[in-house]
């Protein structure tokens, strides 16, 4: 089954510890980005990355960071998490064109629900 | 600058009755995409509808349709026979193309729908 995974999908913790929240796909996009979800704004890009190695900010990148060392994964890390963290997260990913190709929908992962107290 | 305007919050309809959802956007990209996605109280997001900007046509899919107006930047939705199950959060998005290679994918702020029975 085609699918977007993360993990965990819920996860309290407390300011500065540091935690990864992992992504996974199988359907072998090039592309995978990370939002944060809050009341009234919608979804927010975090970071994205067109292909193995090749990442960049999206609109809210301040406290986060990411690596793709594999096209199937995309984890996203917060070294260092604060109250303002508290979010609801999504990973996704799509089909990538490098001549601009835009009715590639993304593929969203479940959810992960993070409390920083 | 807000990119996605979604400027009903909330919205009621009657069940088996037709709701348009308003959607406006804002690109200087002559090549883009506009999206809806669902978010039912789960959580996920599920993918609606899909619509180009050179499509000549308006997208529809089963009881979705997108009414285009390029002239205008709106993408509204239009669910037809509105169902129990329509009850959701409603996203509009937008990917812009051949200026940054579809990497940008914004959303709007959401709508959330009710229908009554």
């Known amino acids: 089954e085609a699918q977007v995974t993360q993990n965990p999908r819920y996860l309290i913790t407390v300011t500065g510890k540091k935690l990864t929240v992992t992504c996974s796909q199988n359907?072998?996009?090039?592309?995978m980005s990370w939002y944060r979800q809050d009341p009234g704004l919608g979804l927010r890009q975090i970071y994205y990355?067109?292909?193995?190695?090749?990442?960049d900010k999206g609109d809210v990148p301040e406290g986060y960071k990411v690596s793709r060392k594999e096209k199937r994964n995309f984890p996203l890390i917060l070294e260092s998490p604060s109250p303002n963290q508290t979010s609801l997260y999504f990973c996704?990913?799509?089909?990538?064109?490098?001549?601009?190709?835009?009715?590639?929908?993304?593929?969203f992962g479940p959810g992960t629900r993070l409390t920083v107290l | 600058a807000q990119k996605i305007t979604q400027t009903q919050p909330g919205m009621f309809v009657q069940e088996k009755e037709a709701v348009t959802l308003d959607c406006t956007y804002d690109?200087?990209?002559?090549?883009?995409?506009l999206f809806w996605y669902k978010q039912p109280s789960s959580g996920e997001m599920i993918f609606l509808i899909y619509?180009?900007?050179?499509?000549?046509q308006n997208a529809t899919e089963g009881r979705y349709s997108l009414n285009f107006q390029k002239a205008r930047k709106s993408a509204n939705l239009v669910i037809s026979a509105s169902q129990l199950g329509d009850s959701a959060m409603y996203f509009c998005?937008?990917?812009?193309?051949?200026?940054?290679?579809?990497?940008?994918?914004?959303f709007g702020p959401g709508t959330r729908l009710s229908v009554l029975p």
């Open positions: 359907m072998n996009h090039e592309y």
């Open positions: 690109t200087s990209d002559p090549s883009y995409g």
């Open positions: 998005a937008m990917r812009e193309g051949r200026d940054n290679y579809g990497q940008n994918f914004v």
């Open positions: 619509q180009g900007s050179y499509d000549q």
């Open positions: 990355s067109m292909n193995v190695e090749v990442t």
């Open positions: 996704a990913s799509s089909l990538f064109s490098v001549r601009g190709g835009t009715n590639n929908e993304q593929f």
